[in-house]
C-alpha cells in the first residue's frame, strides 16, 4: 500500500510561489500517473494537475495554466508542483494523489491512494 506525504505548504503573498513536494513510500509509485488537487471551504475538491508515469505528458485546470508546473522524479518517488504567481484564489488545502492508471487521469474517481493534504494560504 502506497503512503503520500505532501510538505511545502505554507502562507505567502499574493504573487508570491510555493513548491509542493509529495512523496511516495514503497514501489508503487513510477508505474502510475499522479495528480494534485486542491479544496477550499465550501468547495469540492478540484484537479489542480496531473501528470502521467513518465513524466511526458501533463494536464492543468485553466485556471493554473502558465502559473503552475507539476514534474516527478521517479527515482526519488516525489511529485511536484510549482506554484508561481499565487492568488488569493490559490487558498486551499492541496492534496496528491495516485492515479489507478499509468495515463494522465483528470477525474477524483481515478486516484486510489491520497495524502493528508497541506494548506496553502495566499493573502492580499
Known amino acids: 500500500q502506497v503512503q503520500l506525504v505532501e510538505s511545502g505548504g505554507g502562507s505567502v503573498q499574493a504573487g508570491g510561489s510555493l513548491r509542493l513536494s509529495c512523496a511516495a513510500s514503497?514501489?508503487?509509485?513510477?508505474?502510475?500517473?499522479m495528480g494534485w488537487f486542491r479544496q477550499a471551504p465550501g468547495k469540492e475538491r478540484e484537479v489542480v494537475a496531473a501528470?502521467?508515469?513518465?513524466?511526458?505528458?501533463?494536464y492543468y485546470t485553466d485556471s493554473v495554466k502558465g502559473r503552475f508546473t507539476i514534474s516527478r522524479d521517479n527515482a526519488k518517488n516525489t511529485v511536484y508542483v510549482q506554484m508561481n504567481s499565487l492568488s488569493p484564489e490559490d487558498t486551499a488545502v492541496y492534496y496528491c494523489?495516485?492515479?489507478?492508471?499509468?495515463?494522465?487521469?483528470?477525474?477524483?474517481?481515478?486516484?486510489?491512494?491520497w495524502g493528508q493534504g497541506t494548506q496553502v494560504t495566499v493573502s492580499s
Open positions: 501528470i502521467d508515469w513518465s513524466g511526458s505528458t501533463t
Open positions: 494523489a495516485r492515479s489507478k492508471y499509468a495515463t494522465v487521469s483528470r477525474r477524483r474517481y481515478e486516484y486510489d491512494a
Open positions: 514503497g514501489r508503487t509509485f513510477s508505474g502510475y500517473a
